[in-house]
């Protein structure tokens, strides 16, 4: 094990949501787990865009693969890069193209 690497993870409490209300009604917010703002969706946006179940959504949200967050309201708000990361994993053959 010479070549471990010791990784600090510093985690940091604050919790920014960002709303912007435009004709895509887009909402950003900090994603605890990409630690950077990103674009967050609704579940049901969310299927809408994954083409998937709700339920689906859910037990990938459980399993961690997709990233969400609750609000202090107890809505569950999306990560949409994991979302199209998690879909795209499941269609490697066009990232071999690239
Ligand atoms: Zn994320």
Redesign the pocket.
Same mark, same amino acid.
């Given at each position: 094990m010479k070549n471990a690497k010791k990784i600090l993870i510093t985690t940091e409490s604050h919790e920014i949501f960002i709303v912007r209300v435009n004709r895509r009604s887009n909402i950003r917010g900090f *994603?605890p787990? *990409?630690a950077e703002e990103?674009e967050l969706l609704t579940l049901d946006e969310a299927v809408s865009v994954s083409t998937r179940k709700t339920r689906e959504l859910i037990r990938e949200i459980e399993a961690d693969a997709v990233?969400s967050i609750e609000t202090l309201s107890g809505h569950l708000l999306l990560?949409r890069?994991?979302l199209l990361e998690e879909k795209k994993a499941r269609g490697n053959e066009l990232e071999k193209k690239l």
């Open positions: *994603c787990d *990409c990103v990233h990560c890069r994991s």
